[in-house]
């Protein structure tokens, strides 16, 4: 309660706000650049996107993180880099299902790495080993 009476719990609000708002900014852009496509397009992009991510953009930026010896860097890139790779599987993997039936199921998302997992959390996290009991459910 001391840090809302400082006002710390209306600036986190005003970030969650904010970062819905960015949300809404970049949905309208990318429908203005005609950026939204059919399913497929859409799928066949994220998996390229989350691929280049994992094989040239965060080894790029790893390296970096070491040379400059900031751990913390280090840390969060190779968190990010692991995960894109499970991001490119299950975006793949809907793209090789899209069109078949499938089961309806949530996914789990770790709320340190963003591990993403399908159906249901691990029981503990295989990137960062936060308990499976922390992750957020998405419907």
């Not at 599987?89 to 591990?115: I, M």
Request: negative net charge; aromatic residues 8%; proline residues 4%.
């Amino acid at each position: 309660k001391a840090a809302d009476a400082e006002g710390y719990g209306q600036v986190a609000r005003l970030f969650r706000a904010a970062a819905e708002a960015e949300t809404v900014h970049a949905h309208n852009h990318l429908r203005v650049l005609k950026g939204i496509r059919s399913t497929k397009e859409n799928l066949e992009e994220a998996v390229s996107g989350e691929t280049h991510e994992f094989t040239h953009m965060y080894p790029e930026m790893i390296e970096g993180a070491k040379a400059e010896g900031n751990r913390d860097a280090l840390q969060s890139f190779s968190y990010a880099n692991a995960v894109e790779k499970v991001h490119a599987k299950l975006y793949g993997d809907a793209l090789n299902n899209l069109g078949k039936e499938t089961e309806d199921y949530p996914y789990y998302v770790c709320p340190v790495c963003g591990f993403t997992s399908e159906v249901d959390a691990p029981s503990t996290c295989p990137i960062c080993g936060t308990p499976g009991k922390m992750f957020k459910k998405i419907d």
